[in-house]
């Protein structure tokens, strides 16, 4: 069973599988008066969940449903989705998908503010993709063609999120860098897209989502970046 808890601590998701299933079922718990709430997520595998800012959904990665009796098919075509606590799982919203990639795995999470959601999209090249979009601007129907792309290019590098202050982010990366380096990027998430499928291959910005790249930390010829986290 995975838990996850809301930034103020009175709710709790758990992902628990069933039957021996890889499938697993996403419920949430009022820890203040121990009673479970009638949400309930399905489709979920590898269930990376993060709150969004105002503690009142989450987003979340799933696969579409499958027939009955392809269990044990390969899971293609994983959906960013946004959940409304309170709501039905129908009710919930698409945020993100690589239609033309089925393959690849995709996860998301919120900035340490609770400003931003940041998609990351991963292939088996050792190589990520990191698309954007500002949660100020509101999380609903419109959010899909809010999302730009930062770093599209799935055979560029990896990237990781650490942190950000404002519009500028912290990413760790093995770009020019095989044994790592931290880097600051300029993120301008309200450039829009000229083309509004958030599609890699046929994204068009109309100005670019990134002003400016600069290094934090520069590699080591002989010790390896293996991880960076923020302290306050």
């Not at 989705?81 to 129908?90: A, K, L, N, P």
């Not at 050792?126 to 799935?154: C, Q």
């Not at 055979?155 to 020019?176: E, H, P, R, W």
Request: hydrophobic share 30%.
């Amino acid at each position: 069973m995975e838990s996850q808890s809301i930034m103020d601590g009175e709710l709790l998701t758990c992902a628990v599988t069933q039957s021996g299933s890889d499938s697993k079922i996403v419920r949430f718990k009022n820890v203040g008066n121990m009673t479970d709430l009638p949400d309930t997520l399905l489709y979920t595998k590898w269930p990376t969940m993060s709150w969004s800012g105002d503690d009142k959904g989450i987003f979340y990665m799933r696969y579409p449903p499958k027939e009955p009796g392809s269990d044990t098919t390969v899971d293609l075509n994983g959906q960013i989705f946004y959940h409304r606590i309170g709501t039905s799982q129908d009710k919930d919203l698409l945020i993100f998908e690589f239609p033309q990639f089925p393959k690849r795995y995709i996860t998301s999470q919120v900035s340490n503010d609770g400003n931003y959601i940041i998609v990351i999209g991963q292939d088996v090249n050792n190589a990520s993709v990191i698309y954007m979009a500002d949660l100020r601007d509101g999380i609903d129907a419109t959010l899909k063609n809010r999302i730009n792309p930062i770093f599209p290019d799935p055979y560029d590098a990896n990237y990781f999120y650490i942190t950000n202050v404002g519009s500028t982010f912290l990413f760790q990366t093995n770009k020019d860098a095989s044994n790592g380096k931290l880097i600051t990027v300029k993120v301008n998430t309200h450039c829009q897209s000229s083309s509004k499928e958030n599609k890699v291959d046929s994204t068009k910005t109309a100005c670019s989502p990134v002003s400016s790249i600069s290094t934090f930390v520069e590699e080591s010829k002989t010790k390896v970046i293996d991880w960076a986290l923020p302290f306050d």
